[in-house]
Structures are given as C-alpha cells and as structure tokens.
C-alpha cells in the first residue's frame, strides 16, 4: 500500500521561505513521477510543480515559477518543495501526488496521479 506523508508545512511571513517534504512508503525506485498540488480555501486544487522520475524535467506553474523548486531524493523515496518569496496568495493546503509510471513525463492534471497525500498547511501572513 502506498503512502505519501506531507511535512514542513507552517505560518510564515511574506517573502519568508518553507521547504516541504513528502515521504512515499509502498514504493521505490525512479519509476514515477511526483507532483505537488494545492488548494486554497473555496478554490478548486491546482497544479504547483512536477518532477519526472528520473528527476531530469520538472514542470512549474506559471504562478510559482522563479519562486518554487521541486525536487526528490529517490533513495529517500522523498520530494521536495522549496518555496522562497512566498506570497500571502500562496497560503493553502499543499498536496504531494505519485502517479502510475513516469520515468521523463512531467504530469500537470489531476487525474494523472493515483495517490495522495493528506496535505500540510501553508499559511503566508502579509
């Protein structure tokens, strides 16, 4: 059974900076690729950032792009989330998500990925 555990969630001042971390227990390997969504209180989840399994093409939304950093540690099983001039606009429940199997593909929708987290919240106080 596959499990993804969020942490480094927290309140932060704008232009403050968090590093989340998503732990995945049921699998190894490079063979997926993982993403990190986030949902804002009464908006839909949107897509923040993606890496593909191998960890060589990542994917950003345009909103984050310059601010964000995604990246994973696949003997760690973990991916990461550095997020530096942080907005009160970012301020939401953050998600990690595996998918199927991605070695190169970077996925953006949230119908591709299968598991998911429980999310950690990330409040950004202006």
């Known amino acids: 059974q596959v499990q993804l555990v969020e942490s480094g969630g927290g309140l932060v001042q704008a232009g403050g900076s968090l590093r989340l971390s998503c732990a995945a227990s049921g699998r190894t390997g490079s063979n997926y690729a993982m993403g990190w969504f986030r949902q804002a209180p009464g908006k839909e989840r949107e897509f923040v950032a993606a890496i593909s399994g191998s960890g060589s093409n990542l994917a950003y939304a345009d909103s984050v792009k310059g601010r964000f950093t995604i990246s994973r540690d696949n003997a760690k099983n973990t991916v990461y989330l550095q997020m530096n001039s942080l907005k009160p606009e970012d301020t939401a429940v953050y998600y990690c998500?595996?998918?199927?199997?991605?070695?190169?593909?970077?996925?953006?929708?949230?119908?591709?990925?299968?598991?998911w987290g429980q999310g950690t919240q990330v409040t950004v106080s202006s």
């Open positions: 998500a595996t998918d199927r199997s991605s070695y190169y593909y970077t996925p953006t929708m949230i119908k591709e990925y299968i598991y």
